[in-house]
């Protein structure tokens, strides 16, 4: 394949913070590389219906510090599809597209994986998602803001928490993984931390809980990953610690989508400048179906295979402090 001429850039599934600035980067990489840009809005959706515009190094001015995408986000049935992804592939086509740079989650990666292969078409993802779990990468886009997201919300819980007495059951976002719930527990001090990757039976829960009351403390902090199921989450875990044990008067907070908004951290923005500009040079040294990965403070390349088959593993050290440090 000769020259990269036109990339078009998506975001796709859950928003995250920091996308923005990897838009950005994506965009201006291009442009230092003589490619015209094209942005497709609301992911994969707008590849299907045409919903794309050109794309200069202006329209990417002042978004860098702006939660939320201006390509904005959707999650497309239609692309699961055959005929959704050939309808997509003739817009790529009738626009003069001949590359993509696709920023998401696994969803996102795993239609580019497939839509890669089906129409020979190189594509490069960027891991934009604040659950952070995608294989390959230490970091996504976004899950630094939303972890400082989470602390700032539990600290305040905290200071409520303190002067009722009460415990508090947090539930953080995370559908099938824990990482948001792991550290944002470890950061505010929490007394104890569900995730889905680890069974922590009721029991447990409550010889956790039982510690902190008999040594008079005046507030525990729960945090649940909204993925945990053994307990059936926040809300039963709370009814359950009622019935059961009426000495506790506890209360149940769900953060939800407040995690996904705001200004990204400078961590985020770093991050996303840095594998926007990667992606680009990945595509123009010929590199397919690839997403890019932060290792050790490094950007590697991660085929989509790989980052799709394996599953991230919670730190098992982490879960470890909290049984520590929660004393
Ligand atoms: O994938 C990111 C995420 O925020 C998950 O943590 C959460 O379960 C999901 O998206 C919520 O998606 P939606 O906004 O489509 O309900």
Do not use: W
Not at 204 to 211: A, R
Not at 289 to 302: D, R
């Amino acid at each position: 394949m000769g020259q990269l001429k036109k990339v078009g850039v998506l975001t796709s599934g859950g928003d995250a913070p920091g996308m923005n600035a990897a838009i950005r980067a994506v965009v201006r990489a291009a442009i230092c590389s003589n490619m015209e840009v094209m942005g497709i809005t609301q992911g994969y959706y707008g590849m299907i219906h045409d919903k794309m515009r050109p794309m200069t190094s202006k329209s990417v001015s002042n978004i860098i510090h702006k939660g939320g995408t201006i390509l904005k986000s959707a999650r497309s049935e239609e692309f699961r599809t055959k005929e959704g992804r050939e309808q997509a592939y003739n817009n790529l086509e009738k626009h003069g597209i001949d590359c993509l740079v696709v920023i998401g989650g696994d969803g996102t990666f795993n239609g580019a994986r497939i839509f890669g292969h089906e129409c020979n078409i190189p594509i490069v993802g960027v891991p934009g998602t604040i659950d952070n779990d995608l294989f390959g990468t230490d970091y996504t886009i976004g899950y630094d803001t939303a972890l400082n997201t989470v602390v700032d919300a539990v600290d305040k819980i905290r200071d409520t928490a303190s002067a009722h007495n009460r415990i508090f059951f947090v539930e953080v976002m995370g559908r099938d993984a824990g990482f948001l719930a792991l550290r944002s527990g470890i950061a505010s001090g929490a007394e104890a931390i569900l995730v889905p990757e680890i069974d922590m039976d009721f029991k447990q829960l409550y010889t956790y809980l039982e510690k902190g009351h008999n040594k008079n403390k005046s507030s525990s902090i729960v945090i649940v990953a909204e993925g945990e199921k053994i307990n059936g989450g926040a809300i039963m875990l709370a009814e359950k610690i009622k019935k059961e044990y009426p000495n506790f008067d506890p209360r149940v907070t769900i953060l939800g989508h407040i995690q996904r908004g705001g200004s990204p951290s400078a961590f985020d923005r770093v991050t996303a400048s840095r594998m926007g500009v990667s992606a680009i040079e990945a595509l123009n040294d010929g590199q397919r179906n690839v997403m890019l990965g932060l290792v050790n403070k490094g950007i590697v390349l991660v085929p989509f295979n790989q980052a799709l088959k394996h599953k991230k593993q919670l730190n098992p050290g982490l879960l470890e402090l909290t049984r520590v440090l929660s004393i």
